[in-house]
């Protein structure tokens, strides 16, 4: 990119200085409030960082840190990547990203739902990947039908190519305002959001799947040129050449991320072959899928944060003997309000030992508890694999699933895996 404005350069030196002091004192990794500072400097910084630059936004309820560091994995075969793919994802975070990076014509940065119409106007991407829409922190979040308005609303207003899922309503919806598009069959397990039209309210034909249609206003679901299958593990490009994907990821969640990922990086001219060796090297994002090991068992830490992302953790819960914890808690990046616990079904869980912590553990058992599902409280993950370890010592594996501060917390417990 070419040379920063004088003010741009000031904005980014004391930004950097000030993310280095938040390191150096122990208060976090910087990348929040060495942005803030810069913005402050310049408030029109991002527009200037993004100059030059060929960047993907990616923004979703669900999946989006794990989609941002494939897509930075694959475009890595072309050269430097500016991204935030640890999960810094509001502006401040993306000038943290960018202002690191000056070198990188390429970028990357996962973005809040609710700043993707700021960010779009702003960093005015070659490309934006819309993964899915549904419920997530009500107390303070937008309802996710304005919020697709709002997407659609300004992605008709600037112009970027958008790769999106066909199968979610909303997101395709708010896609068909863009007047450059590539549309990917990704799948969207949970519909409990998008029975209804989001162009007029009547209620959706969503047969057969992942086929939808209003039978009132016309709108339809747009014809898909990528699409996975998830039983097979295969993706289909729009040549038609099926290419397995084999991710050292768990679950179909992932391989729909994967999906979308080669429909994206293909605008950036890599091919999917060359894309996949890299997606199959990735273990682990930010600590999601990580195990490690307490008292000679294996804990794999899930993250699931709402309604959408716990259906598809239970989806990756494999040996029904596998003992499983639960963790809630409901501090401001969680959202206060749990009562989207109950919009959950837990009775896949019947049959298995479960533990629930967490700072809402009541709240949770009381939900276990309305489903039959037996539960023991417990504190701690090593005091759950301690009492587990007593009654089966045979025991090899448990599976933690926990929402955003408390899946935090089990992480720094560990050493902040990756």
């Not at 209003?214 to 709108?219: A, H, K, Q, T, Y």
């Not at 990735?282 to 008292?295: F, Q």
Request: glycine residues 6%; neutral net charge.
């Amino acid at each position: 990119m070419g040379e920063l404005p004088l003010r741009a350069r000031v904005a980014r030196v004391l930004g950097k200085s000030t993310a280095a002091l938040s390191r150096a004192t122990g208060r976090g990794d910087g990348s929040v409030i060495g942005g803030r500072v810069a913005l402050r400097v310049d408030p029109k910084l991002l527009s200037e960082l993004s100059e030059d630059r060929r960047l993907a936004l990616v923004s979703a309820t669900n999946g989006k840190t794990t989609t941002t560091r494939l897509i930075a994995t694959a475009l890595r075969h072309i050269g430097p990547v500016a991204t935030n793919e640890y999960g810094a994802n509001m502006p401040t975070g993306h000038i943290t990203a960018l202002a690191n990076n000056l070198d990188a014509t390429n970028g990357v940065l996962e973005v809040d739902e609710k700043y993707l119409p700021q960010v779009l106007r702003d960093a005015r991407p070659a490309v934006v990947v819309l993964m899915n829409l549904s419920r997530d922190q009500m107390d303070r979040a937008t309802e996710i039908n304005l919020l697709a308005k709002r997407w659609r609303d300004t992605l008709s207003l600037v112009d970027t190519h958008v790769v999106a899922n066909a199968d979610d309503p909303l997101v395709a919806w708010a896609g068909l305002a863009s007047r450059r598009a590539t549309w990917v069959s990704a799948g969207q397990r949970w519909k409990q959001d998008s029975w209804c039209c989001p162009e007029c309210g009547a209620h959706l034909k969503r047969e057969p799947d992942p086929h939808w249609q209003c039978p009132e206003c016309g709108l339809r679901r747009p014809e898909a040129t990528w699409s996975v299958d998830t039983a097979s593990d295969t993706v289909t490009g729009p040549d038609g050449v099926v290419h397995r994907i084999g991710l050292q990821l768990p679950g179909d969640a992932n391989r729909a991320n994967a999906a979308i990922t080669l429909a994206a990086v293909a605008e950036f001219g890599v091919d999917p072959a060359t894309a996949l060796a890299r997606l199959r090297e990735v273990r682990s994002v930010a600590g999601r899928y990580t195990s490690v090991e307490t008292d000679g068992v294996e804990v794999r830490l899930l993250l699931a944060k709402n309604p959408a992302g716990w259906l598809e953790s239970f989806a990756v819960l494999d040996d029904p003997n596998t003992p499983v914890l639960l963790s809630v808690n409901a501090q401001i990046p969680d959202g206060k309000d749990t009562s989207w616990l109950w919009d959950v079904d837990y009775t896949v869980l019947r049959g298995r030992r479960v533990f629930v912590s967490g700072e809402r553990r009541t709240d949770l058992a009381l939900r276990l508890e309305t489903d039959n599902v037996p539960f023991e409280l417990t504190d701690r993950v090593d005091d759950a694999v301690r009492r587990i370890k007593q009654d089966r010592p045979d025991t090899r594996k448990v599976d933690v699933i926990a929402n955003y501060t408390a899946f935090q917390q089990i992480r720094a417990a560990y050493g902040r895996v990756e």
